[in-house]
């Protein structure tokens, strides 16, 4: 393989990690669907032994992903949790965690009630600097965890300035780069010490895989976590590290498309008049759409929206769409919208809900790679029932 870094990321996605194989030519390395691994004599291997501690076909996909986040390693897991919870293994007890107050779902609930008596928690809105200063300098966190796009109501963070901001007090950042996938933001790039994915969303993007992983520079960072994935167990299958192989060679047009889509559906919705809001970094409505600019290469293909009404009529509108299929997660090439008040951010108090403006009428949709018209189509004809 040339120097991977010097190549764009439509041909990384293609190449890295996808030798063809040695022995047989073909040009889609097997799946090394096996267990275990032969010795020549005791301890005598080619350099792997047992599956949960490495395999090939899940190498092939860390070194893709590692390319891809422009990291020096990657660990791929078996879900975006997975992955989430060996980076607070790594953290000692009684760490301080500053944590947005507008993250995943199942991030929010690993740290308040998994975690919670392992380490002190705060929140904070990471698109207010001032705030994040003001708490860094009272709270001194250990370790900065964040998302932007925050999910669901897509806020932006600048993330350059709390990397320099936390570097200060010697706190570690750690961004969930899931929203935008390697394709549209480079977190390590902006000083972000670890990056976070959820594969089962843009990174597979075929909605048939679960899957995490964590891309970082620090080699003494990696061993921990690597010690870790194989004493606790999360590593992910090699059926299921192929099918991401597979499905991340389409990666940049498949979030070209996304992108594309999403800013046609939002400049839509946004002169809809059923429609009360449209939430899209994309659009100059956007709160942060210049900061948007400046730190990612596309914004994505995930809206959110209010409908103009009541949970009667929101529920209306999701029974009544057709082609946007209702159900949770994202970043598939089907279009997906639920209702994050009851799916997705149930596990939210429904005081925080009401604060972060997660509301009855609020609706998150992840816009896929149909085409446009069709999807336009559906939605009208949803709102006109209501
Ligand atoms: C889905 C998701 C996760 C969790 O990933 P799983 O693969 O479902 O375990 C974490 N963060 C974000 C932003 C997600 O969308």
């Known amino acids: 393989m040339t120097n991977s870094k010097n190549l764009k990321?439509?041909?990384?996605?293609?190449?890295?990690?996808?030798?063809?194989?040695?022995?047989?030519?073909?040009?889609?390395?097997?799946?090394?669907?096996?267990?275990?691994?032969?010795?020549?004599?005791?301890?005598e291997h080619q350099g792997y032994e047992y599956s949960r501690s490495h395999n090939p076909t899940r190498s092939r996909l860390e070194e893709c992903l590692a390319s891809l986040e422009n990291a020096d390693y990657a660990l791929v897991t078996s879900s975006g949790m997975s992955a989430i919870s060996l980076i607070f293994q790594a953290l000692p007890k009684g760490s301080k965690v500053l944590c947005g107050d507008d993250v995943y779902g199942g991030t929010y609930r690993i740290l308040n009630?998994?975690?919670?008596?392992?380490?002190?928690?705060?929140?904070?809105?990471?698109?207010d600097l001032e705030a994040v200063h003001d708490v860094l300098n009272s709270y001194k966190p250990d370790l900065i965890w964040l998302e932007s796009p925050t999910n669901p109501m897509l806020q932006i963070s600048d993330i350059h300035a709390i990397v320099?901001?936390?570097?200060?007090i010697g706190a570690k950042v750690v961004l969930d780069n899931t929203f935008m996938s390697p394709y549209f933001?480079?977190?390590?790039?902006?000083?972000?010490?670890?990056?976070?994915?959820?594969?089962?969303?843009?990174?597979?993007?075929?909605?048939?895989?679960?899957?995490?992983?964590?891309?970082?520079?620090?080699k003494e960072l990696y061993d921990k976590l690597w010690y870790l994935q194989n004493s606790i167990g999360p590593s992910q299958s090699p059926f299921d590290?192929?099918?991401?192989?597979?499905?991340?060679?389409?990666?940049?047009?498949?979030?070209?498309?996304?992108?594309?889509?999403?800013?046609?559906?939002?400049?839509?919705?946004?002169?809809?008049?059923?429609?009360?809001?449209?939430?899209?970094?994309?659009?100059?409505?956007h709160p942060q759409h210049e900061l948007a600019k400046s730190q990612m290469s596309g914004f994505g293909g995930m809206l959110s929206l209010y409908i103009k009404g009541g949970l009667e009529e929101t529920k209306r509108f999701l029974e009544e769409v057709n082609l946007f299929v209702l159900a949770e997660s994202l970043g598939g090439v089907e279009s997906?919208?639920?209702?994050?008040?009851?799916?997705?951010h149930a596990s939210v108090p429904s005081e925080e809900r009401a604060i972060l403006g997660i509301t009855d009428n609020f609706v998150r949709v992840s816009v896929g790679i149909e085409d446009v018209n069709?999807?336009?189509?559906?939605?009208?004809?949803?709102l006109k029932t209501i």
């Not at 063809?20 to 096996?34: C, L």
């Not at 009630?113 to 698109?127: A, M, W």
């Not at 972000?192 to 891309?215: C, E, F, P, Q, R």
């Not at 192929?242 to 400049?267: D, F, P, Q, S, Y």
């Open 374 to 382: 069709d999807l336009k189509k559906d939605l009208n004809d949803a």
């Open 113 to 127: 009630t998994i975690y919670n008596d392992r380490f002190e928690l705060k929140q904070v809105n990471s698109t």
């Open 185 to 218: 933001q480079n977190p390590l790039d902006l000083g972000v010490d670890m990056v976070v994915h959820s594969l089962t969303k843009y990174i597979n993007g075929h909605s048939d895989v679960v899957g995490g992983a964590i891309m970082l520079n620090d």
């Open 164 to 168: 320099e901001a936390s570097r200060k």
């Open 241 to 285: 590290s192929w099918l991401v192989l597979r499905g991340i060679k389409t990666l940049a047009i498949r979030m070209e498309a996304h992108a594309k889509n999403a800013m046609i559906i939002a400049e839509f919705l946004e002169n809809h008049p059923k429609i009360e809001k449209v939430i899209y970094p994309g659009l100059s409505s």
């Open 336 to 344: 997906l919208i639920e209702h994050p008040a009851i799916m997705t």
């Open 9 to 43: 990321k439509g041909t990384q996605a293609i190449h890295v990690g996808n030798h063809p194989d040695k022995t047989t030519g073909a040009v889609i390395p097997p799946i090394y669907q096996t267990s275990t691994f032969v010795q020549s004599s005791p301890g």
